[in-house]
Structure formats: structure tokens, C-alpha cells
């Protein structure tokens, strides 16, 4: 008897850390952060002077579109669909929020 007891403790103490380890998200990395990647090519606040397009003063809509298309592989680039794979469309819309709204 004192097995079964055991046993069922010990199952419902799993269960319950279970049901806390899923209740337990991380917070999300906010688009400030995120969109400081962007800086190693886009340059400084976005302005490209270079090949690479600048990205500053383009609209939260343009950005996340451009992004989620290269992100699926319907517009060409070379590496930038690569960097959009990395993101999920959550954190491509807080880069997106971040540039339009700061990168001035």
C-alpha cells in the first residue's frame, strides 16, 4: 500500500512540475534588441550608404512584409532570408515596430 501512495505522490509531483514548466514562458526579447542585429548591415540607425538597402524611415507594414516574404522564400536575396528563418513572425513584427518607430 505505501508503494501505490508513493507512487501516486511521486506521479502527481512530475505532473504538477510539468504543468508548471508550460505555465513558466519566456518573456519575449523586446524589439529594441532584436533590431540591433539589423545595425551590423543595415548600418547605424539603418542607413545603409553601401549595396545593402538602408531600412530607416520605411513603415512598420513595409518592414514586416519585406521580412516575412524573405522569411518564405518569395523574394530573392542572399543572405536575408536566411536571417529571417531565425525569427519567428512575432519577433519579425517587434523588429518591424522598432524600426519604423525609431530608426529615424
Known amino acids: 500500500m505505501r508503494s501505490v501512495i508513493a507512487t501516486a505522490a511521486f506521479v502527481a509531483s ?25 545595425s551590423g548591415c543595415h548600418g547605424p540607425a539603418g542607413r545603409s550608404v553601401a549595396e545593402i538597402p538602408p531600412i530607416n524611415g520605411r513603415t512598420e507594414q513595409q518592414l514586416l512584409s519585406a521580412m516575412l516574404d524573405f522569411k518564405n522564400d ?4 542572399t543572405v536575408m532570408n536566411r536571417h529571417a528563418k531565425g525569427f519567428s513572425d512575432d519577433e519579425l513584427a517587434a523588429i518591424a515596430r522598432e524600426i519604423s518607430a525609431n530608426w529615424r
Open 14 to 38: 512530475l505532473l504538477a512540475g510539468a504543468a508548471a514548466a508550460q505555465a513558466q514562458q519566456a518573456a519575449p526579447i523586446p524589439g529594441s534588441v532584436l533590431a540591433a542585429t539589423c
Open 74 to 77: 518569395r523574394r530573392p536575396a
